[in-house]
């Protein structure tokens, strides 16, 4: 079975700060997906960024980043110049590759609020 | 913008009520998905539908009754709820083949409250 970790319930960084967020996860599949979701108060998740485990350079979009380590099953996300809106939970999420019946759908870890300060 | 539109946002329901929850999406995706996800917790699969029909129910209660009338609507049917079924709950959408590993789409979400 797989699971996914995030270690960080809380994080706080100061507006235009670089924060990390760290996600481990654990599986015997060799092919599958990782991403990250935001969700603030607004409650809508939204998909920040994805990864396909096959892929070895790091998928990006604008200031998110990831740093992908497959060996170490390591998939953290950066986000560079932090803004009051990127205050949020975030979820870390699995999906094994495959999964085209959408019978498998999202395992998510429990998730790190982060609160962005002025 | 979402592209996945749930309603009502808000619905609060005695525990003999019956009621329904609406989800609709026009990105052409053939999958589609209820959770359900308590405060300061991850969501939690309930029904996943591939093609309109059932593919996943995680063991969800009856009084959860789900509906696919075509590829584009979801709904969730509520009966006889509990106070402990007061949760937000999120409608998703995906493609079923996806290259990029069938990224799931959320919708807002539809917060019920049991009294």
């Known amino acids: 079975a797989q699971t996914v970790t995030q270690s960080q319930p809380e994080m706080s960084v100061q507006e235009a700060e670089t924060v990390t967020l760290s996600c481990t996860y654990d599986?015997?599949?060799?092919?599958?997906?990782l991403f990250w979701y935001k969700q603030p108060p607004s409650r809508q998740m939204i998909l920040v960024i994805r990864?396909?485990?096959?892929?070895?350079q790091n998928a990006t979009e604008n200031r998110f980043s990831v740093n992908f380590q497959k060996a170490a099953k390591s998939f953290s996300l950066k986000i560079s110049d932090s803004q009051l809106g990127d205050t949020a939970m975030y979820f870390c999420?699995?999906?094994?590759?495959?999964?085209?019946?959408?019978?498998?759908?999202?395992?998510f870890g429990k998730g790190t609020t982060l609160s962005v300060s002025s | 913008d979402t592209e996945v539109t749930q309603t009502p946002k808000h619905l609060v329901m005695g525990m003999t009520n019956k009621k329904s929850l609406k989800c609709e999406q026009h990105m052409g995706h053939r999958a589609m998905y209820w959770y359900k996800q308590k405060a300061k917790k991850p969501p939690e699969l309930m029904f996943v539908?591939?093609?309109?029909?059932?593919?996943i129910n995680e063991s969800v209660p009856s009084r959860f009754s789900p509906e696919c009338p075509n590829s584009s609507l979801l709904n969730l049917h509520l009966h006889a709820l509990q106070p402990e079924d007061s949760a937000l709950y999120l409608c998703?959408?995906?493609?079923?083949?996806?290259?990029?590993?069938?990224?799931?789409?959320f919708g807002e979400g539809s917060w019920l409250t049991v009294v």
């Open positions: 998703a959408s995906s493609q079923v083949r996806d290259r990029a590993g069938n990224t799931i789409y």
């Open positions: 990864q396909e485990a096959y892929k070895q």
């Open positions: 539908y591939s093609y309109e029909k059932l593919s």
């Open positions: 999420a699995f999906m094994k590759h495959g999964a085209n019946q959408a019978g498998t759908a999202l395992i």
């Open positions: 599986t015997s599949e060799n092919n599958y997906y």
